[in-house]
């Protein structure tokens, strides 16, 4: 019954429109209050929190990211990748799908890889007579490839939460990552072949495809730099990030691109989503701390356990719930509450943690896309300067190809697990 009235009182909260990180910190407050135990243990719980090397990646990717976004990078990575496929059918789609996957490797932030391939891409495909909900679906969707493609910023959390390593997450991402990819790719030259719209480009010529590959050649190196240095072991993903931030300045500088204002403006915004992010861990903490104390997770793994004896199950009620709370939740604050109260179920129904991860993020994805608070939504909509239901009509595909994926990676589990395992 107590765990029935917390939920309730937390659900209430959140349609009442308090922010996520004040009702979750608010009501653990309250509940330890409740109970009479001393309020020291928050500060104390939340100074083991912050103080975690992995969670400083988090800011870091961050401002690698906003940096690249502000210095015009995301243009010589599509014109790039549009100059060696732009002429196949649904070309523009395909760079598009392409240029998301690339960026991905560099950002782990789905908003940033959806805006700064946004930003460029989308009139040059309207322009092209694609159907522009296509477009801005397609752009939506694809910016999502940045929280399953290492390095993700959710799986750095999901790591941090769970205590798995951070490595296997991102190795076990990139199946799935490549997988959901292939599938939009696929569904691009599908659209081609069907719409009336479509205009097919000309082949670049040589010259021009040399150009820009030349352009784009940094940010690749970017890419090969961070990730083949984590997978190699040469150094963290925390040490990955700030070499990127590095390397991304000198990169924007070199090109002279970059200025102090755009220094401040990436810094700035870097700081803000930071700071969104780490206020609703710290809430989060307060939250798991108080319902750890009432024996919450346990009741819960207690229940689940009598009841849900097959592992299939388990993930199809988890995949309802995720996507239930996915229409009023932002991807972060769903991870937060959900992971540290299903993890002890993991083990008892003998779900591997990493595997559990991949469907988790992928289940995030789909949050990310659905009204009415999907983030790419609304990013999509910002840059684009259009109209919000522009993008849910052209994303609902893209969601369905998602959900297929989904299933692809339950039944083939090595799809996610191959990688981490066989390394």
Excluded at 122 to 130: A, N, S, V, W
Excluded at 381 to 407: H, R, Y
Aim: glycine share 10%.
């Amino acid at each position: 019954m107590t765990t029935v009235l917390i939920l309730f009182a937390l659900l209430s909260l959140l349609l009442a429109g308090v922010p996520v990180a004040f009702a979750l910190g608010g009501l653990g407050l309250g509940l330890l209050l409740s109970d009479q135990l001393s309020p020291l243990m928050i500060p104390m719980g939340l100074y083991s929190a912050f103080d975690n090397f992995v969670l400083l990646a988090v800011p870091l990717f961050l401002l690698m990211s906003n940096i690249l976004l502000k210095g015009g990078i995301g243009k010589d990575l599509f014109n790039a990748v549009q100059s060696w496929v732009g002429h196949w059918p649904g070309g523009l789609g395909v760079a598009t799908i392409l240029s998301c996957t690339i960026f991905s490797a560099i950002s782990g932030s789905s908003v940033a890889t959806a805006a700064t391939i946004g930003s460029v891409a989308i009139k040059e495909m309207t322009d092209r007579g694609y159907h522009r909900p296509f477009v801005l679906g397609l752009l939506a969707a694809g910016g999502t490839l940045g929280i399953l493609i290492p390095p993700s910023i959710p799986m750095i959390v999901y790591g941090v939460i769970t205590e798995e390593s951070i490595v296997d997450l991102f190795l076990a991402g990139v199946g799935p990552g490549l997988l959901m990819a292939g599938s939009f790719i696929l569904f691009c030259f599908i659209y081609a072949r069907f719409s009336s719209s479509y205009q097919p480009i000309p082949k670049a010529d040589r010259q021009t495809r040399i150009n820009s590959s030349l352009l784009a050649l940094p940010t690749i190196g970017l890419a090969t730099v961070i990730i083949g240095g984590i997978y190699a072991g040469i150094f963290t993903p925390t040490e990955s990030a700030a070499i990127g931030v590095a390397v991304s300045l000198i990169i924007v500088c070199a090109m002279g691109r970059f200025s102090v204002e755009k220094m401040k403006a990436a810094t700035i915004e870097t700081m803000k989503t930071t700071i969104t992010i780490f206020l609703i861990i710290a809430g989060a903490k307060i939250f798991g701390k108080a319902i750890t104390l009432y024996q919450i997770p346990q009741e819960i793994s207690m229940i689940v356990s009598e009841t849900i004896s097959d592992p299939g199950f388990f993930i199809l009620v988890v995949c309802l719930v995720l996507l239930l709370m996915g229409f009023f939740l932002e991807s972060i604050s769903m991870l937060l509450i959900m992971v540290p109260v299903l993890y002890p179920s993991l083990q008892a129904l003998g779900i591997d943690p990493i595997w559990f991860g991949v469907l988790f993020v992928i289940m995030i994805e789909c949050a990310l896309i659905t009204p009415p608070v999907g983030l790419n939504l609304f990013v999509i909509q910002a840059v684009s300067n259009g109209k919000i239901t522009e993008v849910v009509q052209g994303v609902w595909p893209f969601f369905l190809i998602m959900l297929c994926c989904l299933v692809a990676v339950f039944y083939v589990p090595a799809i996610a697990i191959y990688l981490p395992f066989n390394l």
